[in-house]
């Protein structure tokens, strides 16, 4: 069972960026799609970024793409949503969430709170 820990949220304005991290526990990291959900006050669970284990193949949600990038670093157990131009909609708790490819178990972190406010 693999353990995530978010980090990285915050306050910020509009137009700024934010860096979250997510560490995760498993040493078969690579084994594991990674993704970031975001789940906004009232409102259901949504998928932002996708990055796969070995190729590391991305993919976005409309909302966030040119804005949001998603990266892995296997070799450290972490995963990265790197946010620019921040927009007050994309206020919300962000989660980590990791799949595993051959179980097909989901594990979750305990999310990370950020609000874009002027």
């Known amino acids: 069972q693999v353990q995530l820990v978010e980090s990285g949220g915050g306050l910020v304005h509009p137009g700024g960026s934010l860096r979250l991290s997510c560490a995760a526990s498993d040493s078969t990291y690579s084994l594991y799609v990674m993704r970031w959900y975001r789940q906004a006050a009232g409102k259901e669970r949504e998928l932002v970024a996708a990055?796969?284990?070995?190729?590391?193949?991305?993919n976005y949600a409309d909302s966030v793409k040119g804005r949001f990038t998603i990266s892995r670093n296997n070799n450290q157990n972490m995963l990265y949503l790197q946010m620019n131009n921040l927009k007050p909609e994309d206020t919300a708790v962000y989660y980590c969430?990791?799949?595993?490819?051959?179980?097909?178990?989901?594990?979750w972190g305990q999310g990370t709170q950020v609000i874009v406010s002027s």
């Open positions: 990055i796969t284990g070995v190729s590391g193949s991305t």
């Open positions: 969430n990791a799949h595993h490819v051959f179980s097909g178990e989901d594990y």
